[in-house]
């Protein structure tokens, strides 16, 4: 078989383009290997989280929920916010690509409203990106100080339609926005120096009394992640950490009112999930992620019921019950703390994940399902507690979840019997987010700034550095006569100069070399 490069004006033997690729490969390396040795020097990212709870869906995080959050609205009480998060682990200065939701998804928030294990109401989401210059790498080629700022490259706005179903039939689709803004990611502060102002405006009003944001955020899930490493390292020395500190997430927030959700006044529990549905290659969509509580897919499905879950509805839930009545998590703490786990068949865990607390959320004849419910009713606490209905606070988790609620000591100690008699003080630690929240809506913390970190030694906030590049400029945490990072910079930028030099070179050489005869 003819080798592709023996055809057309390379068919003499080749040696014409060999000889440039060498010098190429020479220029580069003699240009960039030194530079890179000063890269490899920057600390890397975590490469797991609890957000990762499922194989496939591990591998497409655009479309992975993270966590669902429902209170009944702290200073609008007769509305209910829900928030929905996607895209775990955003490293802020992750770009030049940076996070947006997929333009072949649907977002999805469900509602059961008689506790039947049906959704009676649908708010889907659906986003659209928009590209301004596509001859440009840049998501912002200057400073963006609003949505519709022409140096704002890459935007998203989204719809969002309300469907009404019963028993899993479409009753009615109305739309209750149209191309709303999306709050874009924190490039940093050179290109966003307001960003707050961004993240008002893309809070947006809907007929009927409801409020819609969809934009990033600061991950308000607080937790120790080394639960993974057997159980806090085994002999509890991993805790106290949060492992979600500066990352961020993509989040949906909706404020409606509560006669809109839930079956009546004397009826007001409310079952909540969020799902994402993806387009395949026939147009079709497929249900690809669910979440409704917090840790059921990450630690009370075993792996083989994992991607089954998430494709899966509530009112099929009976398939997963085993894996509530009979939980792995105690066994291991048992093993590894010689905690002794509670007795089984665990009932008090179905009531908290599948059903309810009976006079508390649990709906009427309730079909057991996995569902985050909500009192829609009970009136949000003027002093919240971390530890929701467990420390008497009948506002926070498991009745729906606030965003300071501490679910994993919840869950630890629920997992471990707390409803049952077993009285325990487990947890990771981690009491609080890293940021507050905010006071109004959509409550969640503004993202981390991708130009988060210390400032290079010698320069303070807000100067022009270009002056100093060859004087005091140095990176942050040098030496302090500098003298060894200042010779790797410039011999850094010497070697790329020369290596640019030296494929001009090579190209004008190679170049003469075709026009010749031979």
């Known amino acids: ?79 209910t916010t829900i928030v929905a998060n996607w895209i775990p682990f955003e490293e802020p200065a992750g770009g030049p690509n940076f996070y947006t939701f997929a333009d072949d998804a649907q977002y999805d928030i469900h509602i059961d409203n008689n506790g039947d294990a049906q959704g009676d109401l649908v708010f889907r989401y659906t986003f659209k990106t928009h590209t301004k210059n596509g001859n440009t790498f840049l998501y912002n080629t200057g400073p963006v100080t609003s949505l519709d700022d022409p140096d704002l490259n890459v935007t998203q706005t989204y719809d969002i339609d309300l469907i009404r179903l019963k028993k899993q039939h479409v009753v009615s689709d109305t739309r209750l926005a149209d191309d709303v803004p999306v709050a874009p990611s924190d490039v940093g502060k050179a290109s966003m120096p307001d960003y707050g102002k961004l993240r008002a405006q893309a809070v947006h009003k809907t007929a009927g009394g409801a409020a819609t944001f969809a934009g990033q955020a600061d991950d308000p899930f607080f937790a120790d992640l080394r639960v993974f490493d057997l159980l806090y390292g085994g002999n509890l020395s991993e ?10 997430v993509n989040t949906v927030a909706l404020q409606v009112p509560n006669d809109l959700i839930r079956e009546s006044a004397g009826q007001p529990i409310v079952g909540i999930w969020s799902t994402t549905q993806r387009r395949n290659a026939q147009g079709y969509y497929t249900q690809v992620s669910r979440l409704g509580n917090p840790l059921v897919n990450e630690v009370v499905n075993p792996q083989k019921d994992k991607d089954r879950f998430n494709a899966s509805q509530p009112a099929y839930d009976a398939q997963f019950l085993k894996n509530v009545t009979n939980p792995e998590l105690p066994k291991l703490i048992e093993s590894i703390y010689k905690i002794k786990a509670p007795s089984e068949p665990r009932n008090d865990l179905v009531d908290v994940f599948l059903k309810g607390v009976k006079g508390l959320n649990q709906p009427p004849n309730v079909r057991p399902s996995e569902e985050l419910r909500l009192n829609t009713s009970i009136k949000p606490s003027m002093h919240p507690k971390r530890l929701g209905v467990l420390d008497g606070d009948n506002a926070g988790f498991p009745n729906g979840r606030r965003l300071t609620d501490d679910v994993i000591d919840e869950a630890l100690q629920v997992m471990e019997g707390e409803l049952a008699g077993s009285k325990n003080d487990l947890g990771d630690a981690v009491d609080k987010n890293d940021k507050g929240f905010e006071k109004y809506f959509p409550y969640v913390a503004e993202p981390n700034s991708g130009s988060r970190g210390p400032l290079a030694k010698g320069t303070t906030a807000g100067t022009d550095v270009r002056s100093q590049l060859g004087d005091a400029l140095q990176p942050a945490g040098s030496s302090s006569d500098g003298s060894g990072n200042t010779v790797l910079i410039a011999a850094s930028a010497a070697s790329g100069a020369a290596g640019i030099l030296l494929i001009g070179t090579a190209v004008g050489w190679w170049r003469r070399r075709i026009r010749r005869p031979y």
Request: glycine content about 14%; charged content about 15%.
């Open 239 to 248: 805790v106290g950490r949060d492992t979600l500190k500066g990352y961020n």
């Open 1 to 79: 078989m003819t080798p592709l490069f023996s055809r057309g004006p390379f068919s003499r033997s080749g040696t014409g383009r060999s000889g440039l690729v060498t010098l190429i490969c020479g220029a580069l390396a003699a240009g960039g290997l030194t530079a890179a040795g000063a890269a490899a020097l920057a600390p890397g990212t975590a490469a797991a989280s609890s957000h990762r709870e499922a194989p496939l869906i591990s591998g497409t995080p655009q479309y992975d929920n993270t966590d669902l959050y429902a209170f009944v609205s702290p200073d609008k009480p007769d509305t």
